[in-house]
């Protein structure tokens, strides 16, 4: 699977939009790209995930550049339960089984 | 519908001891994967059930094993407990469907202490 680059911290003011970026430049072509957050001492939580197509839920959007090396998550509205350890793994679609690899991600400080 | 639960939430043992945790997946949910998460190696991904077979394996020594039921509940164990065994240790359940949109998800964790 690809390796991914986060910055390993960011802060948000309550209320704004939080961008959070990946870099994924040796992605391949059958790798999506998922989005992870992890609140402290808890169970990662799915966020979203696409492949090449920007992609939106009730959580989130995911902004995927069109040479597809990069993507954006994106929380709308950030609020204080928004602070989290948010990961970006890139992962091959596969039907011979689930490995994912976190790295280090990005810690988000959300600020009232 | 509920969501993976893990038993026990908190466990010390002491070291050589061994232990065995405890998964129950998403209902339906047919997939089972074990990660270890410590303040140092981060999140990393000692092994994947399905369908009662280890499909996939981290890079983990042998004292760490694990099994699948038939009704896909999980169990893991470590023998001989070292300190650096100490961690989160988080289960995550998935459809295993073959489709695109078919994802992991997470328990809350069991917190081993080793002493």
């Known amino acids: 699977d690809a390796k991914t680059t986060q910055p390993p911290s960011m802060d948000c003011a309550e209320g704004r939009a939080a961008n959070l970026p990946c870099n994924h430049s040796?992605?391949?072509?059958?790798?999506?790209v998922y989005w992870y957050r992890q609140i402290h001492s808890q169970g990662p939580q799915y966020i979203i995930h696409?492949?090449?197509n920007n992609e939106t839920n009730e959580m989130a959007s995911l902004i995927i550049t069109e040479d597809r090396k990069s993507s954006t998550l994106i929380l709308p509205h950030a609020t204080l339960r928004d602070t989290a350890v948010y990961y970006c793994?890139?992962?091959?679609?596969?039907?011979?089984?689930?490995?994912?690899?976190f790295g280090k991600g990005t810690s988000l400080l959300v600020t009232p | 519908k509920a969501g993976v639960t893990q038993t026990p939430r908190y466990l010390i043992k002491t070291r050589g001891q061994q232990v065995t945790l405890s998964c129950s997946p998403i209902?339906?949910?047919?997939?089972v994967s074990w990660y270890q998460q410590t303040p140092g190696q981060g999140l990393q991904f000692l092994f994947e059930?399905?369908?009662?077979?280890?499909?996939n394996k981290g890079n983990f020594p042998g004292r760490f094993s694990g099994r699948q039921f038939s009704n896909s509940r999980s169990e893991m164990n470590v023998s001989t407990l070292e300190l650096g065994d100490s961690a989160l240790y988080l289960c995550?359940?998935?459809?295993?469907?073959?489709?695109?949109?078919?994802?992991?998800?997470f328990g809350p964790g069991t917190r081993l202490t080793v002493l």
């Open positions: 059930y399905f369908s009662e077979t280890q499909r």
């Open positions: 793994i890139v992962r091959a679609f596969s039907n011979s089984g689930y490995a994912l690899n």
């Open positions: 209902s339906g949910h047919r997939s």
């Open positions: 995550a359940s998935s459809l295993a469907s073959g489709s695109s949109t078919d994802t992991q998800y």
């Open positions: 696409g492949l090449k």
């Open positions: 040796t992605i391949s072509g059958n790798e999506y």
